[in-house]
């Protein structure tokens, strides 16, 4: 079985970047590359909402929520088993728990696509 687990969020002030990484463990060898990678955050007392997503294989098609586009970039190593979230420009609206998520085929577009979430990553930007 594989597991999705999330690392690099934080505590970082209005205007700063992180980057999150998300790495699949388990059986994931000659599987990772078939999958489409997403990420989605949620707030408190707000539905979870979708970020970004890569394609599988070499991740040529990328999409982004409008809210996030131009200052957010998602990229994917195969040879990793690792997909990354580099944020910059944070505002106090982009906090959230970030939550890694994976389908198989073709591009993750909604929450309803994914097959298999990890845990999360709070991220906490101060104004």
């Known amino acids: 079985q594989v597991q999705l687990v999330e690392s690099g969020g934080g505590l970082v002030q209005a205007g700063g970047s992180l980057r999150l990484s998300c790495v699949a463990s388990g059986r994931t060898f000659e599987t990772f590359i078939t999958y489409s990678m997403g990420w989605f955050r949620q707030a408190p007392g707000k539905e979870r909402e979708f970020v970004a997503a890569i394609s599988w294989g070499a991740g040529s098609t990328t999409v982004y929520a409008d809210s996030v586009k131009g200052r957010f970039t998602i990229s994917r190593d195969n040879a990793k088993n690792t997909v990354y979230l580099q944020m910059t420009s944070l505002k106090p609206e982009d906090a959230a728990v970030y939550y890694c998520?994976?389908?198989?085929?073709?591009?993750?577009?909604?929450?309803?696509?994914?097959?298999?979430w990890g845990r999360g990553t709070q991220v906490t930007v101060s104004s």
């Open positions: 998520a994976r389908r198989r085929g073709s591009t993750i577009r909604t929450a309803r696509d994914v097959g298999t």
